[in-house]
């Protein structure tokens, strides 16, 4: 279970700095701290177990049919990004509590980044594809969030709305894929889907699941053409970018690709489309690294530049080559993120990030200049820092590889000219900054010069750390990093690793040949940096945000106009489209006229059948000619409900008689409210293509479904019929099983349909509350209604009938476990009840007598049941289980009693209430203002 309190006690963290954010920074960003602090101790107390190649896993049953578990793992890879994650982003949240001005929002901000942390922690942990992919999301969420930190500014919203789209695009993606791995392997378990991985390779839906999964990666990593979004990113602060860039966000979907990689890698496909898009990400971005001024910009660049490599790397699939992929998460995760909280530094003291206002810092800046020039030469890859490392390991693999058999020479020529352009802007960041002038305009020069020192020591203090970090990993790499990355490189590969020995020195060899001209070349063309500078201005630039933006404006403009194609307002339009895409889907699956007979035979046809057939057809022609007298047409309309429900007695169903019964007086007196809404005559003229049209479609859908029928009624089905009438006794200890099914197999989907109810009712009270209509005095032919508002025949009956009908619900709810009835049927008849006493009295006279909130009815009724589910928990059973027995009651003898009954009442009062809240709202609108007589 300590696996469990990872994420648990990055969760909690979430909510302490809201809560702690009252009693100062100081105090707010100490209290941060503790909860990833102690995930990060309960991550190193696996780390030994995992790095002798163990994997730590937990699974706890969560919604089994679906194949979702709570299921968490701790493998070398997860272990590499929990370090990471808990690390890195705990060296952020310290520097954070320096970099936000007095006037921010501590506790807001601090709590959007430990839910980022929490986000990425559950993707690295989850053993679970649908639990990766929820975690997955939340990243797209929390990363929207801290984006638009800065809402006033439209730079920031722009930029979280960018993220957001594109990210929330690959993730939809992403979804499909798992769905179909999913489909293909028979679980959604991680350990079951990377053993699978022949089975998955062989399925004839690996292109497709292979093209949703690395959309879904390459969008969260930017990888080309989904790069653009990253670099607008940068609006955030700093703090978010440093964490964003280092161990969270960009880095997932590296993780994604590396994680699958026993199931879908070591393919030809696999390996030419990610060193294709690895090797295009890597060049295009470090070109744009090298010529952008900002110096956030430089560094999103070079982050998309890295992430490249990355993906390079694991297309290239020789076990060397995931090592150093994996090396270089780890080298790029510490370097980039000191080389971030350098930049929020500079921007912090000097108030600009134009690198080329800036420069000669080091006179002024010494200790963020030692920190710049540390992870700055692990970037360009210089011995002896880290970088250096996994840069000669990236030319050995360039050299050796064969992925793109003729064309693979071409591979290390490029990787070549990639790692000169590192060197290059690498160099200018480190250069422009500390030692070379500013290159102002005559105005710039005009202004007072920047003046600039070093930070307070706990803003300086994290990134000083991983800069030194990147030196110690580059001097002592067998001791500080090779455990960790041969324990992550065993989970990527999903076998043995390779002997490798990380070092400096391996003799004089190709590699370091390719090392030491990358370094040459750097200086060369950053010395004729300008020269670059201008060729590059020979193209018009394209502004990829403005760019984004048009496209969203050109597919909003199109959907527009679909939409107004579609939705003309005219509802019969709406009814056609439907009822023709419906006829589309069934006509396909029946156009098979010989495979309709099944092997049963017809069932015989009684007189009691054809007279309820005829009964019904005639309802509803009647229905459709007498559509201008609608209270004609609704008495029609309940012809056919009430022959429905003698159908339902034919047929041995007597609850579903009752329902079918109950709610066909409901909706009859909500039709007839309505009627009051609508013209008391529909138009007279109707096209005589509009009534071919409709004729053609009632007719065509009317055979598909007798179609439908047949097929249906001439097979045999699997039903779990057999399992409900079985169990329904033993398991729910009732004979009525519809009841049963209702209150106990399926409380859940009874839940579901209350809580729909409910909010249905309050929404309706909601919108007509204080809603205030004109009624007309007469009709069209000038009759004027009558002065007796409520006749008196009609309310004698219906107080007479009113204990009665409440006495029936009563024995309806009690013997709705054995016998028919039930809750909603219960519900039903008190509504009834209930609403006949407004109809013979009006709302004023009997809103005196019976002062009840039917809106706090059915919330009461709603709460019931939810807190009869909750019990259950009390006593460790799942939500929503029912418990039954007999007992011996004085007086009365043995009688059952079972805790389905609260569940039914919470039902019978839901239904009650929200019936009520929409029936007497709607009846009640014109109530009040009704003309008088003298009012014409």
Avoid at 181 to 191: C, D, E, N, T, Y
Avoid at 737 to 759: A, H, K, M, S, W
Wanted: aromatic content about 8%; charged content about 10%.
């Amino acid at each position: 279970m300590s696996l469990l309190w990872i994420p648990l006690l990055t969760i909690v963290g979430i909510v302490v700095p809201v809560m702690t954010s009252r009693y100062g920074r100081k105090t707010c960003v100490t209290a941060t701290l503790i909860a990833p602090l102690l995930a990060l101790g309960l991550v190193l107390l696996h780390a030994p177990t995992v790095i002798a190649g163990n994997v730590v896993s937990l699974q706890i049953p969560w919604l089994p049919l679906l194949g979702l578990d709570l299921a968490l793992r701790i493998d070398g890879l997860t272990l590499l990004f929990s370090l990471l994650i808990l690390g890195i982003g705990s060296l952020i949240l310290l520097y954070a509590g320096y970099y936000l001005s007095a006037e921010e929002d501590d506790g807001r901000f601090l709590s959007y980044m430990v839910l980022f942390m929490t986000a990425m922690l559950g993707i690295a942990m989850a053993d679970n594809l649908l639990l990766l992919w929820f975690f997955w999301e939340l990243t797209s969420i929390s990363s929207f969030l801290l984006i638009g930190f800065w809402g006033h500014r439209s730079d920031a919203r722009r930029g979280a709305r960018m993220a957001l789209t594109v990210t929330g695009a690959g993730g939809l993606a992403l979804l499909a894929g798992i769905l179909l791995i999913g489909q293909s392997v028979g679980s959604f378990a991680l350990g079951e889907v990377l053993a699978a991985g022949d089975v998955i390779r062989a399925s004839s839906h690996y292109p497709l699941i292979l093209t949703l999964v690395l959309f879904g990666a390459f969008t969260k990593s930017a990888q080309f053409p989904f790069h653009f979004w990253l670099p607008h990113a940068m609006a955030a602060p700093t703090p978010v970018s440093a964490f964003l860039h280092s161990a969270t966000m960009v880095k997932a979907g590296v993780f994604l690709m590396a994680r699958l990689n026993p199931a879908l890698g070591d393919t030809a496909l696999w390996a030419v489309v990610l060193s294709l898009v690895g090797l295009i990400t890597m060049l295009y971005a470090a070109w744009f690294a090298l010529l952008e001024r900002d110096l956030k910009g430089i560094l999103a660049f070079s982050t998309v530049s890295h992430l490249g490599l990355i993906t390079l790397l694991l297309g290239l699939g020789s076990p060397l080559a995931i090592v150093a992929a994996v090396f270089h998460i780890l080298n790029h995760a510490t370097f980039k993120a000191a080389l971030f909280m350098m930049v929020g530094i500079i921007d912090h003291e000097t108030g600009t990030r134009d690198i080329d206002r800036l420069g000669a810092l080091w006179a002024m800046m010494p200790l963020t200049g030692t920190m710049t020039i540390l992870a700055g030469a692990a970037m360009a890859g210089f011995p002896p820092f880290n970088g250096f490392l996994s840069k000669e390991m990236l030319f050995e693999q360039s050299l050796v590889n064969n992925v793109l058999g003729a064309l693979s020479a071409l591979i290390p020529m490029l990787v070549m000219v990639g790692a000169i352009l590192s060197v290059a802007y690498s160099l200018r960041l480190i250069y422009s900054l500390f030692f070379a002038e500013p290159k102002l305009t005559r105005e710039q020069k005009a202004q007072p010069p920047l003046k600039a020192h070093d930070p307070a020591r706990g803003m300086l203090a994290p990134g000083l750390f991983l800069a030194a970090m990147s030196l110690l990993i580059g001097l002592f790499p067998m001791t500080l990093a090779a455990p960790l990355v041969n324990a992550a490189s065993l989970a990527v590969q999903g076998d043995t690793t390779p002997l490798f020995s990380l070092a400096l020195w391996h003799g004089i060899n190709l590699p370091l040949l390719m090392s030491l001209a990358a370094v040459a070349g750097g200086v060369a063309v950053l010395y004729h940096h300008r020269r670059f500078a201008r060729i590059a201005a020979l193209f018009p630039a394209r502004d990829a945000g403005l760019l984004f933006e048009a496209a969203t404006l050109r597919l909003i403009k199109a959907t527009l106009w679909l939409t107004l194609r579609l939705e003309n307002g005219s509802l019969q339009r709406y009814q056609a489209l439907l009822i023709l895409c419906a006829l589309l889907m069934a006509g396909i699956g029946l156009s098979q006229l010989d495979a309709l007979t099944g092997e049963l035979g017809v069932q015989p046809i009684d007189g009691m059948v054809v007279l309820g057939a005829v009964l019904i057809i005639f309802g509803a022609i009647g229905s459709a000619l007498s559509h201008r007298w609608r209270l004609v047409s609704l008495l029609m309309l309940s012809v056919v409900g009430l022959s429905v429900s003698l159908t339902f007695v034919r047929f041995s169903a007597p609850d579903l008689a009752l329902t079918q019964l109950s709610v066909e007086v409901v909706s009859m007196i909500l039709m007839i409210l309505a009627l009051f809404f609508l013209p008391q005559r529909p138009p007279l003229l109707v096209s005589g293509r509009r009534i071919l049209r409709d004729l053609l479609l009632a007719v065509s859908l009317g055979l598909v479904v007798a179609m439908l029928n047949y097929a249906l009624l001439t097979r045999e089905t699997l039903t779990i019929a057999d399992f409900f009438l079985r169990e329904s006794v033993p398991g729910g200890g009732g004979t009525n099983v519809v009841n049963v099914i209702l209150v106990d197999f399926r409380g859940y989907d009874t839940l579901g349909e209350i809580t729909v109810l409910t909010l249905a009712g309050l929404a309706t009270f909601k919108l007509l509350n204080r809603m205030k209509l004109f009624m007309p005095a007469g009709n069209l032919e000038g009759i004027r209604w009558s002065r007796h508002r409520y006749p008196l025949i009609l309310a004698v009956i219906a107080q007479v009938l009113l204990p009665l009908a409440l006495l029936v619900s009563v024995y309806i709810f009690l013997r709705g476990h054995n016998q028919p009835g039930g809750g909603f049927i219960a519900g039903l008849i008190t509504a009834v009840a209930l609403v006949l006493q407004y109809m013979a009295r009006g709302h004023e006279w009997t809103r005196e007598r019976l002062p009840v909130s039917y809106s706090a009815v059915a919330v009461s009724g709603l709460a019931v049941a939810v807190a009869t589910g909750l019990a259950s928990w009390l006593f460790g059973y799942p939500f929503l289980t029912s418990a039954f027995g007999h007992f011996d009651v004085p007086l009365l003898g043995e009688i059952e009693l079972a805790s389905a009954m609260l569940f039914d009442l919470g039902v019978y009062l839901a239904v009650v209430g929200a019936t009520l809240m929409i029936l007497i709202n709607l009846g009640r609108v014109t109530t009040i203002h009704r003309p008088r007589m003298e009012e014409r």
